[in-house]
């Protein structure tokens, strides 16, 4: 039997900065998870990685990690994601402080 | 300490320059990420978690005031203010934007550093004993030799594209501190009737499959070196399978092919190779030396040290943890350990890193060293000047007084940084370092040697690790593997599993088991933990790491 589909955001790292990326449903490229698109179906979100990989001067290595409906919005499943979403665990870098100017 | 000549300096320029156009040509979408990832990695920039990392070598972990501070000026202009020391004495900065790193790469190259050859399947930054030059154990010298194999490696033909990475390490005193048994290479200079020369281990190496080098030549008279050294990486070039990521290293390649066989062919390549060498490279090491000639020694008398020592129990205990033997009359070695309790293991800060800069120049022969433990070291130190150094280090939050301790902890980034990593290192050493804190019991403990990495590729060394720790992915749950009886000196030995790994809040736990049964089991207070466990085996500890099966066994 095939696995289930899980939800799914298109995510990758931005090519200038490196941080973090998520892609948004309206194609805009988010450093926030819960503003990021949630994919329920599994043929769309192929579709979507293709989109992400065709914006090779704006990202690199996109790729589809899984996540779950949040309250806020879309949110990691993985710990892998979790730091990702947030930043290191050590000092009070990247996302962690940059969301607050947000 | 080696200066760069014209030739390297027009070197490095050409190098930036073609870099700062491939940057440029990514940017603006003539190059794909495809075409540039190798490119980046030649001039070591990583994409790691959260942000690219530089990495930049430091030759055999020595670097000079000027060096040091200009590592400082890049942290605070183009970094978050800070930089992280590795265990291959390289430096990493977690977070340079891509468009700067020509601009960083061009302010390391007006201090004669860089970053090529720190990725790659090519020979990497050559290591070695942090203590080179200055120790009392010492034979020789390794950096002039470590010097000449960096020249030689650097950009050499033959060797860009080896099966995998490769890494050599040298040390000239018969305690190891630079773990020689786990590199690709580890070279030893041994003395024989009068003559110096090189002990040559080849296939040693952590990662997957961990495995101590075996001696492929007792003796290689200095001259023989560097032909000896090309063939060897000749034959592993011809030998090492490129079908198999995890089977390129050179331990593979001896192990399938039996160190006699190499050694056979390593001869018969070295019959060919060493004409062609023609004494160039002894001329060559010779005007090396020159430039490691010892530092012009002062005789100062030491009676602000011995009054200080006398009436100051934290200088004195300073002093007894982080002061070595130097082979000088009235000098001294210094570690200032990067590891206060609760910090990251190998951080510094810009201005810690100025600190250090100063005390070099005003204080020890302008001379600093990385050491693979991701500590700073001052290694030529008047005693008089060391209760100022104390101080200084104080202030700056950098005398804790804790080298070879419990504390002293090496971690790798590992999940807050590293993008191949399957869980976190860091807050790990930072919790055992303050509960140890906390528990007042370090001192009591006396040696002992905790090495974490977080995944199997074992940048942390913990295969090598009293204690060692493995961050694991287990089902989607960071879980720690304990390994136990490792050591990465001359008797180096591969530590052995202990049993299931422990999640995240157990693991210190049971690091405090294992330490609360190595006191109970020590003969006396001077018995190492190593000591222990080689006396008595791993039965005890396991007792204590598990305690329910114990029970259930003895039931
Ligand atoms: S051991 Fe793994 S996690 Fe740690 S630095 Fe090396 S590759 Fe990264």
């Not at chain 1, 949040?70 to 665990?89: K, L, Q």
């Not at chain 2, 055999?60 to 890049?74: D, E, H, K, P």
Request: charge should be negative; proline fraction near 5%; include cysteine.
């Amino acid at each position: 039997m095939p696995r289930a589909f899980t939800p799914k955001v298109v995510t990758a790292n931005a090519l200038l900065e490196g941080d973090v990326v998520y892609l948004t449903e309206d194609d805009r490229w988010t450093r926030q998870l819960t503003e990021a698109e949630l994919i329920e179906d599994e043929a769309h979100a192929q579709l979507r990685l293709l989109d992400a990989e065709m914006r090779p001067g704006q990202v690199v290595g996109p790729y589809l990690a899984d996540a779950v409906a949040g309250p806020d919005g879309p949110a990691p499943v993985h710990f892998r994601e979790t730091f990702r979403a947030t930043g290191p665990s050590n000092y009070a870098h990247g996302k962690q402080v940059e969301s607050k100017n947000v | 300490m080696y200066r760069y000549t014209d030739f390297d300096a027009a070197f490095l320029a050409e190098r930036n320059a073609q870099f700062r156009a491939q940057v440029a040509r990514r940017i603006d979408g003539s190059l794909t990420e495809e075409e540039f990832k190798p490119l980046r990695l030649m001039n070591g920039l990583y994409l790691q978690l959260h942000a690219y990392m530089l990495r930049v070598a430091i030759p055999y972990g020595t670097l000079n005031s000027a060096q040091m501070r200009q590592l400082a000026m890049i942290a605070e202009r183009w970094d978050k203010g800070y930089g992280h020391f590795t265990t291959r004495q390289n430096i990493q900065f977690n977070w340079p934007k891509l468009a700067d790193v020509p601009d960083m790469l061009d302010a390391l190259a007006e201090v004669g550093m860089h970053a090529i050859q720190t990725s790659g399947n090519t020979i990497r930054n050559v290591t070695a004993d942090h203590f080179a030059g200055a120790a009392a154990d010492e034979i020789a010298d390794p950096r002039p030799v470590a010097e000449l194999i960096r020249q030689w490696s650097t950009d050499h033909p033959e060797f860009q594209f080896l099966p995998r990475k490769f890494k050599v390490a040298v040390t000239g005193a018969p305690n190891d501190r630079a773990v020689t048994a786990a590199h690709d290479i580890g070279l030893r200079i041994v003395a024989r009737d009068g003559q110096i020369g090189y002990r040559v281990l080849v296939g040693g190496g952590l990662g997957r499959t961990p495995m101590i080098g075996k001696v492929l030549a007792d003796f290689v008279p200095g001259e023989d070196l560097l032909p000896y050294l090309e063939s060897v990486v000749a034959v592993y070039n011809l030998l090492g399978r490129r079908d198999n990521k995890y089977k390129a290293r050179i331990k593979i390649t001896v192990h399938e092919t039996g160190i006699d066989e190499i050694r056979n062919m390593v001869g018969d390549e070295f019959a060919m190779r060493k004409a062609a060498f023609a004494g160039i490279d002894q001329r060559m090491l010779s005007e090396i030396e020159s430039h490691f000639a010892p530092p012009a020694y002062e005789t100062g008398g030491t009676e602000s040290f011995d009054i200080t020592y006398a009436i100051n129990p934290a200088f004195r205990a300073f002093v007894d943890t982080n002061v070595d033997k130097h082979r000088q009359e009235g000098y001294a070695i210094v570690s200032v350990s990067l590891k206060a309790h609760g910090a990251t293991p190998g951080d510094a800060t810009a201005e810690q890193m100025r600190v250090m800069a100063d005390l070099a120049e005003t204080y020890a022969h302008d001379e600093l060293r990385i050491s693979h433990e991701q500590n700073v070291i001052l290694p030529h130190v008047p005693r008089r000047h060391l209760p100022r150094i104390y101080a200084a280090l104080r202030r700056a939050g950098l005398a804790t007084a804790n080298i070879g301790l419990i504390s002293d902890i090496i971690a790798c980034p590992g999940m807050d940084y590293c993008a191949l990593a399957t869980a976190r290192s860091i807050p790990i050493a930072q919790e055992i370092a303050t509960r140890f804190e906390a528990l007042k019991l370090e001192q009591d403990i006396g040696p002992l040697k905790i090495k974490i990495s977080g995944c199997i590729n074992a940048c942390g060394h913990h295969h090598v690790g009293h204690i060692g720790i493995l961050g694991l992915d287990r089902a989607g749950v960071e879980n720690y593997q304990i390994t136990l009886g490792g050591d990465g000196t001359e008797e180096a030995t591969i530590g052995e599993r202990a049993g299931p790994g422990f999640g995240a809040e157990d693991i210190v736990p049971a690091i405090e088991r294992l330490v609360h049964a190595y006191l109970d089991l020590r003969d006396d207070p001077e018995e190492t933990f190593l000591q222990t466990y080689r006396r008595l085996g791993i039965a005890p500890f396991k007792a204590a790491l598990y305690p329910a099966e114990a029970k259930a066994d003895a039931a």
